[in-house]
Structures are given as structure tokens and as C-alpha cells.
């Protein structure tokens, strides 16, 4: 596992989600549902890990928008919730955390219908799936799933939708949406030499980096911080933009502060405004609401689609990904 491994793998992404939508409409991986279900779910119980379980939670909140009962769960935790035929587990695999979804698959086995998506037809968590959704991201030499992860998110929502979680953005069209995403992928690795080593300046503290984000995409700080500890093993944290200013606007005060911002949220300018009181500074990815750039940003990283949300939701974790690659080469 090295840098050059992880910029392979991230070199790969456009590629790997152009391969993934021109298997569309040939591939359908929720072909088998309405055999598996019978009806519609009562309620959608996910489970994962990490980066998996913060883009299950993706999926849950735009369920229960749609009206269905879903909620995600550490596939780690021991409670035990009632097991029927009505109970939909969507069980969700990077390649990692495999011993805790095995214990927790091994609970809904014959007792409820159970999907399960993982890196390959291969993967030893499939044997518990009556429905087993492949990721196709190709191998990882790096070993951190960003590709897997990138794939898993696109694949839940496409999920959501069958379900009745109601559509955002470019969701309508998944194989749309997924060249879309491949095409805001390769303008960010192509542009990356321009942006990279200065958003790496920007962001070096002795205190680490936040990585900021709104509620919805929460899941894009999650992977960028799994990421930067696991390769060049760098001190990061997340939060939410609306909360910060009620959480680690303190931490501000007392710290050298660095943020990577994935802006989209109503409290951009907020975030904005008090972290420059506090002295502290930020780079910004993406749009924020009514504006092309957040004000008092230190440096904006922009991409084609970036106002879209479900663009946003799968390109911009790369942004935190290229900054991994390059810290771990040091």
C-alpha cells in the first residue's frame, strides 16, 4: 500500500464509472427485487462500516423522504432489531469490516430478505445475499476503496429510487449521472497540478484538518477523513456546516484551523464569517448557494456539475483523496 498506488486507484475513477454506466440498461442489479420483496418494504434496515455507513445514511435520509421507514446501523453494534419477512437489510462492503457484517447478517439469515453490495461476486459476505449487488470498481492496489466507495454510494441510490426515495439532481438518469460524475472526476485529476500542492499548503496545521460539510453529504467528509488517516495517516475530523459554529468554532479559537469546506450548504457564509474573526482558513469545494465562490475563501476548487447534489455527493470526495496522495508522498 503506497501514494503511487492511491493515485492509481484515484487515476482510475473516471474510467471505472464510464465502464459501470455503459452497463446500462443490459445490467440491471435490482432486476431481482420485486420477485425479492413481493411488496413494498415496511422499513430498510442498512448496515456497514466507516465510509459505507455514512453513504447508507445517504440513502435512508432520502427513503424517508419518500415515506419509508429505513435507518442505518454499525453493522458492529449488538442490538437486535425485530427480523420479518417486511424488513428489508441492505448490508453494504468496501472490502474491509467483513467479521461485523457477517455477525450481524447472521441474525436476518431466512428471517428477512437481505441485498447485500460488495466488491466482488466473490466477496465471502455474498453467501448471506438473496440478493448480491457487485460494485465493479476494479481492483484497488491501494487498498482504501475509494473506487468501491465512489461505486457503493451511486449503487444505494440507484437503490433509493427503486424503493421510492424521491429524485435530486441527475439521480433521474443514473447512467447520466454516473458519465457526469466521470466527467467532473477527470476534470479534477487533470487540474489537480494546479490546485493540489497549494490547497495542501493551505491546509498543513500541526492541529490536523476539518473536513466541513452540510448534512446531506456528510458522507463526502466521512471518506475524506478515512482516507487521510489510513494513507499518509494525517489528523482529521469532520463536521457539519450548520453545527460548526456551535461545536469546533471553539476548537478555532485555540487551535492553528484548517478546513476543506464542501460547500452547498445555507451556512457557508456563516462558516465563512466566523472562522475568519478566528483567524483560521479554509478551501472550498464546490458552490455555494447563490454565490460562485464562498466569501473569505482561501481557495476554491470548482468542477463541472458542482451544483448538482448528487454530482457533489459522488465527485467531490476526490478532492480529499488527491490531497492523501499527495501528503503520503510526502
Not at 454499525?74 to 417486511?86: I, L, M
Not at 441474525?107 to 447485500?116: A, E, N, T
Not at 464569517?273 to 478566528?278: A, K, Y
Amino acid at each position: 500500500m503506497t501514494a503511487e498506488h492511491l493515485s492509481a486507484d484515484l487515476a482510475g475513477k473516471p474510467a471505472a464509472l464510464t465502464e459501470l454506466a455503459q452497463r446500462f440498461p443490459r445490467w440491471d442489479p435490482y432486476a431481482a427485487l420485486p420477485a425479492l420483496l413481493g411488496d413494498e418494504p415496511v422499513s430498510v434496515r442498512f448496515l456497514a462500516l466507516g465510509p459505507a455507513r455514512r453513504a447508507c445514511e445517504v440513502a435512508a435520509a432520502r427513503l424517508r423522504r419518500g415515506g419509508v421507514a429505513a435507518h442505518a446501523d454499525f453493522s458492529s453494534s449488538v442490538e437486535e432489531p425485530p427480523a420479518d419477512p417486511e424488513t428489508l437489510v441492505v448490508a453494504v462492503s468496501l472490502g474491509d469490516g467483513q467479521r461485523e457484517l457477517h455477525s450481524a447478517l447472521d441474525r436476518y439469515v431466512g428471517r428477512s430478505p437481505v441485498i447485500v453490495l460488495a466488491p466482488d461476486e466473490d466477496a465471502v459476505v455474498g453467501r448471506y445475499a438473496d440478493l448480491l449487488v457487485p460494485l465493479r470498481a476494479g481492483e484497488e492496489r491501494a487498498g482504501l476503496g475509494c473506487r468501491a466507495y465512489q461505486h457503493a454510494l451511486a449503487l444505494l441510490l440507484l437503490l433509493g429510487q427503486r424503493l421510492g426515495a424521491p429524485s435530486t439532481g441527475s439521480s433521474g438518469n443514473f447512467p447520466g449521472l454516473l458519465q457526469r460524475v466521470a466527467n467532473a472526476s477527470r476534470v479534477l485529476l487533470e487540474s489537480a497540478p494546479e490546485w493540489v500542492p497549494e490547497a495542501a499548503r493551505l491546509l498543513d496545521s500541526p492541529d490536523g484538518v476539518r473536513l466541513v460539510a452540510p448534512a446531506e453529504r456528510l458522507a463526502s467528509a466521512e471518506q475524506g477523513v478515512r482516507v487521510l488517516r489510513r494513507g499518509p495517516i494525517r489528523v482529521a475530523h469532520t463536521a457539519e456546516t450548520g453545527e460548526w459554529s456551535h461545536s469546533d468554532r471553539y476548537l478555532a479559537a485555540v487551535t492553528d484551523y484548517r478546513a476543506l469546506l464542501f460547500a452547498g450548504s445555507t451556512y457557508d457564509q456563516r462558516f465563512a464569517e466566523h472562522l475568519g474573526q478566528l483567524r483560521g482558513s479554509f478551501v472550498a469545494v464546490g458552490a455555494t448557494p447563490g454565490r460562485e465562490r464562498v466569501p473569505g475563501v482561501a481557495l476554491s476548487v470548482r468542477y463541472p456539475g458542482d451544483g448538482d447534489p448528487d454530482v457533489s455527493l459522488l465527485a467531490e470526495p476526490l478532492v480529499a483523496e488527491l490531497l492523501a496522495a499527495h501528503w503520503w508522498r510526502g
